[in-house]
């Protein structure tokens, strides 16, 4: 057998098989003019590099809730943008699929092949290259883990546009990659205005520089709109420009427990109304979500009596200033909520140290990790109106429990929690165990519901592999189409992410 035989592997795209090659032993002994021997992994029997055993790339063939798994043979691990450039470049005249990964937390499927696609991982390019403290410009490669890039400016008291509770693993790529949203959005915005500028390996190996750090730059097409939130189908994202916000002087957080749902809108038009200005995050969790967090120890549980009776809970933070001034406008907050004729909440609990400030947080923030020591999650990410979340939690239980499917053995529970202040739901159902029936119970269960509130099947996870057949409900065909026109432009022969976002 030829080493340069190719062995095919078929992905069907729009309704045509598509066929892409499997990596070969030639293609891995042209890896190795590019990169040295510890930056490939392969199961391949190569004669210059002992092969890995297949377990040792589950970590990067298996996502993060264990939903989706991949059979790539091989994985780069490249640290610069010029190696990028030149594995793509190949890869594309090979006409072999790429699938870039950052910190392989995504959570629709996309960052892990769907057949034996090359894993691009871009967990080595981790360096920061400038930081300008006057402007808080902050230029980094794509692989730097978030928290990485949090404490490199913490020390210049700039923080970053982005939290989330995937900070210890994903990389700033993958976020810009997915446009990921997160526990700041509210207060910072979208990373469509936080990101300056973006350096993309395109698919024939060129690379596009549009790493400036201005401010402002009116001259044409925004071409880097398109990388944030493409999933990696367009090109591979390799450094990022983006503004870092100063540092808050000063940081609450109260956990307020209601009695029922409906409350959580007055209580959000007076919260917003009082703190204005200083109020940085408005979160919610359900009393099913706020009991697995406590149940796998995720922050400290209030007390038992505090929490009784409570339908649900809303996390607010302020960031401001100063301290006094902040802290007078919390404490008056929550003396007016709690002396209100009808109370809008039954206690809150402010937070009285940075200890407690985590705790109250991570209540919040370690719901997604305390699914997942539950069971196997089922996730729909949706913006839907704040005033429906209850009905679409409510109404998903009771749909499945109409199919008999409610229990130990089959779906665990149904929870919702997520950003109100965005309008953004996440409605998991905790299954015992991944199956046809409950998947088919779901879908289009769910995409039906959110599509008759005029909401998005995908406020901030992404299509990854997990929605393209679903994408129709938020995207008109006239929408559909420029997609897949613009994805021909950048990529021709299809190589980046096939078979995520579209079909
Ligand atoms: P990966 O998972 O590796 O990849 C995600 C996608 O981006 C894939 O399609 C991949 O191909 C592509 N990609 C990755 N890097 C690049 C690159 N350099 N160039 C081009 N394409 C690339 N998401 C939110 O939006 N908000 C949240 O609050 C949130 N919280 C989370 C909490 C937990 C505990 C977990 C596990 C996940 C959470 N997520 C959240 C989802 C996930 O963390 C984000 O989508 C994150 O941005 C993914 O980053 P990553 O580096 O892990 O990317
Ligand atoms: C969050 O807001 C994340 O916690 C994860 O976006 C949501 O686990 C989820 O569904
Ligand atoms: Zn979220």
Not at 70 to 75: D, S
Not at 151 to 172: E, F, W
Not at 194 to 207: A, F, K, M, Q, R
Not at 467 to 488: C, F, G, N, P, W
């Amino acid at each position: 057998m030829s080493r340069f035989q190719i062995i095919r592997h078929g992905l069907l795209v729009r309704g045509r098989a598509r066929h892409f090659s499997s990596v070969s032993l030639a293609d891995i002994d042209h890896f190795r003019t590019v990169l040295p021997p510890h930056a490939i992994l392969t199961t391949l029997p190569t004669v210059a590099t002992a092969p890995v055993a297949p377990a040792e790339l589950d970590q990067y063939n298996r996502d993060w809730m264990g939903k989706y798994t991949g059979k790539a043979t091989t994985v780069l691990k490249p640290r610069t943008t010029h190696e990028v450039s030149k594995i793509v470049k190949w890869c594309n005249e090979r006409e072999i699929a790429v699938v870039p990964q950052g910190g392989n937390t995504g959570l629709v499927g996309g960052s892990v092949p769907l057949h034996d696609e090359l894993i691009l991982s871009l967990a080595s390019m981790n360096n920061v290259r400038s930081f300008d403290p006057v402007s808080g410009i902050l230029i980094a490669d794509a692989g730097c883990i978030l928290q990485s890039l949090t404490d490199y400016v913490a020390p210049y008291n700039h923080i970053m546009p982005i939290d989330l509770g995937a900070k210890g693993s994903c990389h700033i790529g993958g976020n810009v990659a997915t446009n990921a949203g997160g526990l700041r959005l509210l207060r910072y915005g979208s990373l469509h205005g936080s990101v300056l500028g973006l350096e993309v390996v395109l698919p024939d190996g060129t690379v596009l520089d549009q790493l400036t750090s201005l401010r402002k730059d009116n001259t044409g097409y925004d071409l880097k709109q398109l990388f944030i939130g493409a999933e990696g189908t367009l090109g591979v994202i390799t450094g990022v420009s983006l503004l870092t916000p100063p540092a808050p002087q000063a940081s609450n957080n109260v956990i307020l427990a209601l009695p029922h749902f409906d409350n959580v809108q007055p209580l959000y038009r007076k919260v917003k109304r009082a703190l204005s200005e200083i109020l940085s995050a408005f979160e919610f969790i359900d009393r099913a979500a706020y009991d697995l967090a406590v149940k796998h120890g995720q922050g400290r549980a209030l007390n038992p009596e505090d929490v009784e009776g409570a339908e649900c809970f809303v996390l607010v933070e302020t960031s401001g200033g100063r301290r006094e001034h902040d802290e007078e406008k919390l404490t008056d907050l929550l003396a007016e909520l709690l002396g209100a004729e009808k109370p809008l909440i039954n206690t809150g609990v402010l937070s009285q140290s940075p200890a407690q400030f985590s705790s109250l947080w991570a209540l919040r923030e370690g719901v997604t990790e305390a699914v997942s020591k539950e069971g196997k999650a089922y996730k729909y990410d949706i913006s839907i109106p704040l005033a429906h979340f209850k009905t679409v939690v409510d109404s998903t239980r009771k749909h499945l429990g109409v199919k008999g499917l409610l229990g130990d053995h089959a779906v665990k529970h149904v929870v919702g929690y997520g950003h109100v202040g965005d309008g953004n739901l996440h409605l998991n159902i905790v299954a015992a165990a991944y199956t046809d029936e409950i998947q088919d119970a779901l879908e289009p269960f769910v995409y039906e519901l959110v599509s008759s509130y005029r909401g998005s099947i995908s406020a901030e996870h992404g299509i990854g592999a997990m929605k393209t057949h679903a994408l129709h409900y938020s995207k008109d065909e006239v929408s559909i189409a420029l997609m897949r026109k613009i994805k021909a432009i950048f990529d021709p022969r299809g190589i980046m992410n096939p078979g995520k976002v579209l079909e």
